[in-house]
C-alpha cells in the first residue's frame, strides 16, 4: 500500500537565543599535518559532516590546538587496515589531526544552515564540538555579502537567508574564526603550563561556484508490506534531459504524541521533532529519463512516532559530480571500516580552503543549488501497530504485588511518587504526562487543533 499527500508551505521557525561561550587559552601545538595519509575517525554524517580525529585540547569556542600525547600511532593504525600487519609501535603525532574545522551545508534560495565543528580525539568522549564564535557569510562574486544573525546562532549553526539565487551568478562561503597564533614569537607558558599566544583572525572560503538548478520532487510517498513490517518512506524525481544527475536530500520529522490515560492536571496532546543524521545521496547517471526513487526514511510499526499523526517535510538539492564524489566516498569509508578508521583520500579535501594558512586543514564541501520540497502526512490509522506497554490501571494490592510489597503490609505501603491515581486506580506517571515523551509546543501548521 502507498500514500502521499499535499504540500502545504513549510514556515520559518525562530532560533531561540545562544549562550555565550567563553574563550579557551591555548594548548601546546606541533605543525598541523597536510591531509595526505591523515587517519582519521569518521562517523556520525548528517546534516553536519562529523569527523572524529586523534585527541586535542581545543577549547569549546574553537580557540586552541592539540597537544602531542603519543598514545597510540597512525602508523600502527594504517598497517592494521591496509597491511593487515601486527607489530609494536611507539608511535608519533596521533594527537597533530585533532581540532580540524569541519564545514557542512549547501548556499541555497532556501534558509541556508552552515554548521561548524572542530574533529575530536580517539580518547575524547565527544565526537566534535561545536564553533559558536565564527564569523559567517555568502559572497557573490558582485560584491553581494548575506551574513548569518550571531544572535541566533546554536550547536554550530549558522542560518543565513540569501532570497532568491541568480543562476549568472557565482557564490562562496566565507568564514572567519579566531584563533590562537602559536607561530608568533609572542607566545608564551603561563603557570598552569599552558602555552598562551595571541590571537589571530583565520579566514576560510569554499570555490566560487555557479548554482544548480534542482528538479521538482515529484512526490513523497510510503510503502509498508504487510504487517509487522516497517513503513518505509521514498522521495522520486526525475531530470528528463538529464541535466541534473546527483543528488542530496534532507528531512525534518515531527508527530504528535497522545497520553495513554487521561488525567486533568497533566498534559494529554504532545509533540516531538527530529532531524536527519544521514548522508542521503543519489545518482541518475544509469537511469533513463534521469529518474530516481530514493528511500530515505524506514520506521517501525510500533515506533510511538506513527503512534497519532506523523509528518515528514522532504527537501532535495541537486549536487555537482564532484560534491556527490566527495560525499560518496566519504559514506564509503564509514560503511567500510565500520565507523572505525579510514585513511582519507585526496578526494576528502572539499572545495574549503583556510587563505589566512593554505597548510591548515580543513574538513567539508558547500555546493550552491536551489531547494525543492515535498510534505508528507501518515495517520495512524493506516500503519500503527500499538506495542505490548507497561501502561496498566492498578488498583492498590496489584500495585504492591508487582513492587513485591507483602500483602501484610500493603495497607500502610506509601506509593512511590511515579504512580498517579487514575479513577481510583493507579497509573504509571509515564502513561499520564505526555511531556515525558514529547513537549507541548505544538508545530507550525499542525493539522489537528485543540
Known amino acids: 500500500m502507498e500514500s502521499k499527500s499535499p504540500t502545504p508551505t513549510l514556515p520559518h521557525r525562530e532560533r531561540g537565543p545562544t549562550p555565550t561561550l567563553p574563550k579557551m587559552e591555548g594548548s ?40 602531542l600525547l603519543g598514545r597510540a600511532g597512525v602508523g600502527l593504525i594504517i598497517c592494521l587496515i591496509l597491511c593487515g600487519c601486527v607489530a609494536e609501535y611507539n608511535p608519533n603525532g596521533i594527537d597533530e589531526v585533532g581540532g580540524i574545522l569541519v564545514v557542512g551545508g549547501i548556499i541555497t534560495d532556501d534558509v541556508t544552515t552552515i554548521t561548524l565543528s572542530r574533529s575530536m580525539n580517539l580518547t575524547d568522549e565527544a565526537d566534535t564540538y561545536d564553533v559558536n ?5 555568502v559572497e557573490c562574486d558582485d560584491g553581494t555579502q548575506w551574513h548569518a544573525d550571531g544572535d541566533f546562532t546554536y550547536n554550530g549553526q549558522y542560518t543565513i537567508i540569501t532570497g532568491q539565487l541568480d543562476m549568472t551568478r557565482r557564490y562562496q562561503l566565507k568564514i572567519e574564526i579566531e584563533e590562537p597564533d602559536f607561530s608568533s614569537d609572542d607566545c608564551y607558558t603561563n603557570p598552569d603550563g599552558k602555552i598562551i599566544c595571541p590571537i589571530k583572525t583565520y579566514e576560510y572560503c569554499s570555490d566560487f561556484s555557479y548554482p544548480i538548478q534542482t528538479p521538482e520532487i515529484d512526490s513523497v510517498f510510503w510503502i509498508k508490506r504487510s504487517r509487522g513490517q516497517p513503513i518505509m518512506i521514498h522521495v522520486a524525481t526525475h531530470s528528463p534531459e538529464n541535466e541534473v544527475l546527483y543528488y542530496r536530500w534532507s528531512y525534518k520529522e515531527d508527530w504528535e504524541i497522545n497520553s495513554e490515560f487521561f488525567l486533568e492536571d497533566y498534559p494529554y496532546h504532545c ?8 548522508l542521503l545521496l543519489g545518482s541518475a547517471e544509469k537511469t533513463d529519463l534521469g529518474m530516481l526513487t530514493k528511500k530515505i526514511v524506514e520506521i517501525d510499526p510500533s515506533d510511538r512516532k506513527l503512534s497519532v499523526l506523523y509528518r515528514i517535510d522532504v527537501k532535495q538539492n541537486a549536487i555537482s559530480k564532484r560534491a556527490y564524489n566527495y560525499f560518496a566516498n566519504t559514506k564509503k569509508n564509514i560503511q567500510q571500516t565500520s565507523s572505525i578508521f579510514a585513511p582519507i583520500p585526496s578526494e576528502l579535501r572539499g572545495n574549503i580552503t583556510c587563505t589566512t594558512d593554505p597548510e591548515k586543514p580543513v574538513i567539508g564541501y558547500v555546493d550552491v543549488s536551489t531547494t525543492t520540497k515535498e510534505r508528507l502526512y501518515i495517520s495512524r490509522m493506516d500503519v500503527y501497530e500499538k506495542p505490548y506497554t507497561d501502561c496498566k490501571l492498578l488498583t492498590k494490592s496489584d500495585l504492591c504485588e508487582m513492587l513485591g510489597i507483602p500483602p501484610g503490609l500493603c495497607p500502610q505501603y506509601e506509593v512511590p511518587d511515579r504512580y498517579v491515581i487514575v479513577n481510583f486506580y493507579y497509573a504509571n506517571v509515564d502513561c499520564v504526562d505526555c511531556t515525558r515523551h514529547g513537549t507541548t509546543q505544538k508545530p507550525d501548521d499542525w493539522p489537528n487543533s485543540y
Open 28 to 67: 601546546p601545538t606541533p605543525t598541523l599535518p597536510k591531509m595526505e595519509g591523515v587517519v582519521l575517525y569518521l562517523r556520525d554524517l548528517g546534516s553536519r559532516l562529523n569527523l572524529l580525529a586523534p585527541p586535542s585540547p581545543w577549547g569549546r569556542d574553537g580557540v586552541g590546538l592539540p597537544s
Open 133 to 137: 564564535n565564527a564569523k559567517v557569510y
Open 271 to 278: 509533540w516531538n521533532m527530529a532531524n536527519s543524521r544521514d
